[in-house]
């Protein structure tokens, strides 16, 4: 579904991020990404979508090059929902308007569609009765799972998690990643850049490790954290864990 | 002065012939300039700001950047009676009615100030909101119009006003291209009766109430546009 091809990224022509990723994510997958801190992982992540212009490289989405300037990105995007760290709801907006700005300015639904597929997703997540208020009087919780809806509207092929949960408070962690794990039995392929290791070893179908721009391994969760190979892994899983 | 004193010059400088008419005519015209050219101002204002916002992120923008600079840089350095007498002395030369060559002037002078404050206004969003629809699929100007420019004009409302109230008071500079505004108005009065202290004052206090007037009805407005974020 995703195929990356020797991926890198410089920032200002001085800062190496990424040095070359190959990596290829399947329908229905669960890929899961720990490192430390300025590892690469959000930038590799924001790549996928273009957030972020590749120095180098290919990145391939359903059989299109996306990295091909004559593609067009807009209409790529939306086949890929997008979760922040820091939620990045409009807050100007109502609920309700935030899930329903893009599918409607997008032309995938009219209003009233875009409406009731809103309220049914919010009726996943158990947050119908926030639809009228605005982002200012929502918890971080209930924010990120308002983001999250937000780009299930757009009925997205797959969906990135940059570092979902960690701007919430530890009491809001779980309620997030409850909503993920029901998106993930649904069947949606996920990436997923994080630190919670009780969520990549229950949801993922592979655990990537990166350091300094590279994947330095990658294995299924019982293999990963079981008998990890990598020595920066090993070091990096006793501090965590 | 006792009080029938100031009744009759009241009356002899206002209410005789109708000479307030003068006053409530040159108020009119105060207010058009005014109106048209913070409009004026806005869409100059706006345009720049993006050019040079869109020059910062885009190279294939660089030109219209500088441009931007330079234009806002000349109108900044120069006094706006300056502008006004170039505009109309050397640019619109054959320019009968003096009122539009007012609108323009003012609102090319006040678009550089506006400029700086959608500028401003537009880098005081965080860009996560930007990241955000764009995530979504949404392009560059529809991810401006709908996302970051509502929030960024609340931030500007403020600065916006204060430049209002600046242009308000500014188009009074007008009269030195015998634009029948509300100072002129005054002058005019003045120059039938002699009474220089009366006139002018008049001609103050209306500034002042019209002033203190807008200014409750910004604060209306921000009140109203600040309804997202009441908790």
Known sequence: ?241 | MNFSVLWDKIYYNFIYEDRYMMLVKGLGNTLLITLGSILLGIIIGLFLALFKISAENNKKFKILGILSNIYITVIRGTPVILQLMIIYYAIFVSAKDPIPVAIVAFGVNSGAYIAEIFRAGIQSIDKGQMEAARSLGLNFRTSMQLVVLPQAFKNILPALGNEFITLLKETSVATVIAVPELLRGAVNIRNITYEPYITYIAAALIYLVIVVLFTKLQGLLERRLSQSDHR
């Not at chain 1, 807050?91 to 329903?100: C, E």
């Not at chain 1, 993920?180 to 919670?196: P, Q």
């Open chain 1, 1 to 241: 579904m995703i195929t990356v091809r020797n991926l890198h990224k410089t920032f200002n022509n001085k800062i190496h991020v990424l040095k070359g990723i190959d990596y290829t994510v399947k329908q229905g997958e669960k890929i899961v990404v720990v490192g430390p801190s300025g590892s690469g992982k959000s930038t590799f992540l924001r790549c996928l979508k273009l957030l972020e212009v590749p120095t180098e490289g290919e990145i391939w989405f359903d059989g299109r090059l996306i990295t091909d300037p004559r593609t067009n990105i807009n209409e790529i995007r939306t086949h890929m929902g997008m979760v922040f760290q820091q939620f990045n709801l409009f807050p100007h907006l109502t609920i309700l308007q935030n899930i329903t700005l893009a599918p409607v300015e997008m032309k995938l639904m009219d209003k009233t569609e875009a409406k009731e597929r809103a309220m049914q997703l919010l009726e996943r997540v158990g947050l119908t009765d926030k639809a009228q208020a605005y982002p200012a009087q929502l918890s971080g919780g209930q924010k990120q799972r308002i983001a999250i809806v937000r780009a299930l509207a757009m009925n997205p092929k797959v969906m990135l998690f940059d570092e979902p949960t960690s701007a919430l408070d530890p009491e809001m962690v779980g309620e997030v990643l409850a909503v993920m794990k029901e998106l993930a039995d649904s069947g949606m392929t996920m990436v997923v850049v994080t630190h919670e290791m009780g969520f990549a070893r229950e949801i993922a179908t592979k655990v990537l490790f990166m350091d300094e721009g590279m994947i330095l391994e990658e294995a299924p969760p019982t293999e990963f954290f079981g008998n990890p190979k990598n020595e920066r892994l090993k070091e990096f899983l006793a501090k965590v864990l």
